[in-house]
C-alpha cells in the first residue's frame, strides 16, 4: 500500500466546512478499513472517525458525530472527511491512514499504517 496525500485543509473562519481528502495510489486501498486523525500541538494524535473496506460502517469519536462525515470512494482510490461548524479546537493537521483491518476493531494510531503528510486546519477568525 502506497503512503496516503492529504489535501483540502487551510484557513477557516468558525462556522465554516471544509472538505479534506486522502488519495492514494496503492493496489489494495479497497481491502482495508481507512481511519481520519488530527493532531494539534502539543498533543497526541487522536482518532477522529473510521470507515470500513466497503464503506458498510462508519465510527465516529464521541466529539465527532455531530460535525464530521467519513466517507470513501474505492474505485477512485481516496477517502474523504468532511467538518462542518468548525471551531477553532479544530485547529490541527489532519491525517488519514489505512487500517490492517478491513472492520473498525482498530482505532489507535499505531494499528493504522501508510500515514501521509497531512493536511494543516487552522480555525480562526
Known amino acids: 500500500q502506497a503512503q496516503f496525500v492529504e489535501s483540502g485543509g487551510g484557513l477557516v473562519q468558525p462556522g465554516g466546512s471544509l472538505r479534506l481528502s486522502c488519495a492514494t495510489s496503492?493496489?489494495?486501498?479497497?481491502?482495508?478499513?481507512m481511519g481520519w486523525f488530527r493532531q494539534a500541538p502539543g498533543k497526541e494524535r487522536e482518532l477522529i472517525a473510521l470507515?470500513?473496506?466497503?464503506?458498510?460502517?462508519?465510527y465516529y469519536t464521541d466529539s465527532a458525530k455531530d460535525r464530521f462525515t467519513i466517507s470513501r470512494d474505492n474505485a477512485q482510490k481516496m477517502a474523504y472527511l468532511e467538518i462542518y461548524n468548525l471551531k477553532p479546537e479544530d485547529t490541527a493537521v489532519y491525517y488519514c491512514?489505512?487500517?490492517?483491518?478491513?472492520?473498525?476493531?482498530?482505532?489507535?494510531?499505531?494499528?493504522?499504517?501508510?500515514w501521509g503528510q497531512g493536511t494543516q486546519v487552522t480555525v480562526s477568525s
Open positions: 491512514a489505512a487500517s490492517r483491518v478491513n472492520g473498525l476493531s482498530m482505532r489507535r494510531p499505531a494499528d493504522f499504517v501508510n
Open positions: 496503492g493496489r489494495t486501498f479497497s481491502f482495508y478499513a
Open positions: 470507515i470500513s473496506w466497503n464503506a458498510a460502517d462508519k
